[in-house]
Nanobody, 124 residues
Framework: QVQLVESGGGLVQAGGSLSLSCAASGRTFSIYAMGWFRQAPGKEREVVASISWNGRITYYADSVKGRFTISRDNAKNTVYLQMNSLKPEDTAVYYC?????????????????WGQGTQVTVSS
């Protein structure tokens, strides 16, 4: 079992930046692929960015490429999402997720464990 707790959400103006963190506890963090997802009101949950267990492979949704950066620190059991040049359409609840290392990074079914989410609101 893995427990995930997100932090760092909030309200920011368009063009601003936010940094999200996800702290993991429980089973060995370093063996898991990690992902950030988001869900806006009335929309399905979508993958934003994900990272392999060793940090060597990353995936980004087209909508965030060049603006968001995912990283992880296995010594601290933490994964991060740096979000720059934020847009109103980035407004959503952001979720952290963990899954086995052998599954595709960009698929929802890869992830077995989920955090409770943190709200990100970008005002225009």
């Amino acid at each position: 079992q893995v427990q995930l707790v997100e932090s760092g959400g909030g309200l920011v103006q368009a063009g601003g930046s936010l940094s999200l963190s996800c702290a993991a506890s429980g089973r060995t963090f370093s063996i898991y692929a990690m992902g950030w997802f988001r869900q806006a009101p009335g929309k399905e949950r979508e993958v934003v960015a994900s990272i392999s267990w060793n940090g060597r492979i990353t995936y980004y949704a087209d909508s965030v490429k060049g603006r968001f950066t995912i990283s992880r620190d296995n010594a601290k059991n933490t994964v991060y999402l740096q979000m720059n040049s934020l847009k109103p359409e980035d407004t959503a609840v952001y979720y952290c997720a963990a899954g086995p290392p052998h599954r595709p990074l960009d698929k929802h079914y890869t992830y077995d464990y989920w955090g409770q989410g943190t709200q990100v609101t970008v005002s225009s």
